[in-house]
């Protein structure tokens, strides 16, 4: 796997073209943000340490900003077969921060709702 260091820190290069849309991503120009979420995908365990961190970013264009998140859940689903704690990891990291940033998940699990629907014509 190749890595790029950026500011004394080292990203996998794959994340980084994945959380920036780009096959070619322009190293010297990733944002701050993204390289925070770059960190929380690659390490997942880091995740508890990062949460302030996280939810004080100063993001420019919140929608556009989205878009990194869908990236990571999108890969991770269509790679999920490959490495399912790997990919599981990253799927749960890319949500509990799009819920910390957006208060809701928009690609939820459709069950959760079914339930909740249940419960509400039952209760």
Known sequence: MDHVNIKDKKYLLNTLKLLTGNRE???ENIPDTVLIIAQAIDEPDELPYLIE???SMEIEDM???RF???RVQIDSQLHMNEDL???QKRL???QVIEKLL???VFFAEEKEEDEDEDEERDG
Request: aromatic residues 24%.
């Open 68 to 70: 990194v998140l869908f």
């Open 102 to 104: 957006y208060e809701e």
């Open 53 to 55: 961190t996280i939810k």
């Open 63 to 65: 929608d556009k900003f």
């Open 25 to 27: 991503p322009d190293i």
């Open 85 to 87: 704690m790997k990919y």
């Open 92 to 94: 749960f990291v890319s």
